[in-house]
């Protein structure tokens, strides 16, 4: 990561470096190294400034990210960036998870990640898989422990989803196997999987002055079914599409109106409990947001009274 480096980032000639990608690596430093998932906590490695909330954590990332971007930008000379390391510890909480089954902190930090990647329009690499990974000894190097699978098949503790046998090794699968666009004929301005909605949302833009190429390459977008054991619809702004299933895994490919600029095309679940579980939540986070914002006054209070 570059809050690790004690150089500047150098300015990279493309007629000395052709073809350069800017693979950065990336991740939420707070999560990394106290291996614990806060939500609503975290810190900018770059101006050393605390982010409390939600909204600000994702603030925080999306800026971290963004500056990135701009590296390739402009001391690349436009150069794509690809993040070429990310991902989470799976021991985080003392292993907790494994022994409780219950793996909603890497879940949602998982989440958390690679949805601010997917908001920033970057491609990426997540980090990692090893195949001999075992509860004690992590990714067998220095204890370190973010392999998406593990020898050490995870207790399935109130996990919604059926996973398939071959996936039993699958950590924290719902935050990784999840929507995305292969292929897009046209450029991206929007690529946003909600997890707790399981809606996967694609927008982007094509060239109507190339309306012969539109129409013979589509858009490609792979869908996990483990995410939608009830199916799932499919909405398009324009044109039309079709799904070829796998086996674990649908592909719609989806060819849009060539005459039109503006496209979107929307995943949404047929199992209406997930939208109920949803709204109960939010209720119930409503509710217990005003005790708890008191007792942290209060104790602010008592801290610096």
């Known amino acids: 990561p570059l809050e ?3 150089d500047e980032f150098p300015e990279i000639d493309d007629t000395l470096i052709p073809r350069a990608v800017n693979a950065t690596h990336w991740y939420d430093g707070v999560t990394l ?3 614990a998932w806060r939500p609503y906590f975290t810190v900018d490695p770059r101006t050393k400034r605390p982010a409390f909330g939600y909204s ?3 603030k925080t990332h999306l800026k971290q990210l963004a500056g990135i971007k701009v590296y390739g930008n402009e001391q690349m000379n436009n150069a794509p960036t690809l993040i070429g390391e990310t991902g989470i510890p799976f021991n985080m909480h003392g292993g907790k998870a494994f022994r409780s089954g219950n793996f909603s902190s890497q879940v949602g930090a998982l989440d958390n990640t690679v949805s601010c990647l997917e908001a920033s329009l970057v491609s990426f690499t997540l980090w990692c898989y090893t195949s001999d990974n075992c509860n004690g ?3 067998q190097w220095n204890l370190e422990d973010l392999s998406l699978i593990s020898m050490d098949k995870p207790i399935r503790s109130g996990l919604q989803l059926t996973v398939p046998e071959r996936d039993a090794c699958a950590r924290a699968v719902q935050a990784f196997a999840r929507p995305y666009a292969t292929r897009i004929a046209g450029t991206p301005s929007k690529s946003e999987f909600i997890l707790d909605r399981v809606r996967y949302e ?3 833009v094509s060239d109507p002055q190339k309306a012969h190429e539109s129409s013979i390459h589509p858009t490609e977008v792979f869908i996990p079914q483990l995410q939608y054991p009830r199916g799932y619809s499919v909405e398009t702004s324009d044109g039309h599409f079709s799904v070829q299933s796998h086996d674990g895994w649908d ?3 989806y060819l849009h109106d060539p005459s039109k600029a503006n496209h979107w095309f929307l995943i949404t ?3 209406t409990s997930i939208e109920k579980r949803r709204r109960a939540r939010i209720v119930r986070q409503r509710v217990m947001m005003p005790p708890l914002l008191a007792l942290c006054i209060y104790i602010l209070y008592l801290i610096f009274a």
């Open 56 to 58: 600000a954590v994702r």
């Open 4 to 6: 690790f480096s004690i």
């Open 33 to 35: 190294f106290l291996q």
């Open 202 to 204: 694609l927008e982007y």
């Open 251 to 253: 592909v719609v490919s």
């Open 137 to 139: 000894y992590g990714d």
């Open 269 to 271: 679940t047929k199992d």
